[in-house]
């Protein structure tokens, strides 16, 4: 059994960055792969970036955040660090984890969910 708890979200200005943090109990996580996803209201969960267990897979990106997100780990805990934010970021974030078959840009192949974060960027 995983738990993940998001945090780190807030309101920033366009151009602006935040670091988001998942905190992860349960061992299973050190094995599991980890993913970022967004949702914003009247749509489905949006897949933003995703990482491998063992640190040799290269981290999946959405087009829309390449280059301007950064998705990083450790053992327990999961990270985003969202760069050049612009209004369309603006949405709750979402941490995921789970043994998926890689790469995963799926939400329903995650079993386990945090809360959600929200992020609010300002033009």
């Known amino acids: 059994q995983v738990q993940l708890v998001e945090s780190g979200g807030g309101v920033v200005q366009t151009g602006g960055s935040l670091r988001l943090s998942c905190t992860a109990s349960?061992?299973?996580?050190?094995?599991?792969?980890s993913a970022w996803f967004r949702r914003t209201p009247g749509k489905e969960r949006e897949f933003v970036a995703t990482?491998?267990?063992?640190?040799?897979?290269a981290p999946q990106y959405a087009d829309s955040v390449r280059g301007r997100f950064t998705i990083s780990r450790d053992n327990t805990a999961g990270f985003l660090q969202m760069n050049s934010l612009q209004p369309e970021d603006a949405a709750v974030y979402y941490c995921?984890?789970?043994?998926?078959?890689?790469?995963?840009?799926?939400?329903?192949?995650?079993?386990?969910w945090g809360q959600g974060t929200q992020v609010t960027v300002s033009s």
């Open positions: 349960g061992r299973a996580f050190s094995t599991y792969t």
């Open positions: 990482i491998g267990w063992s640190g040799r897979l």
């Open positions: 995921a984890a789970d043994a998926v078959i890689w790469p995963s840009l799926r939400p329903d192949e995650y079993r386990y």
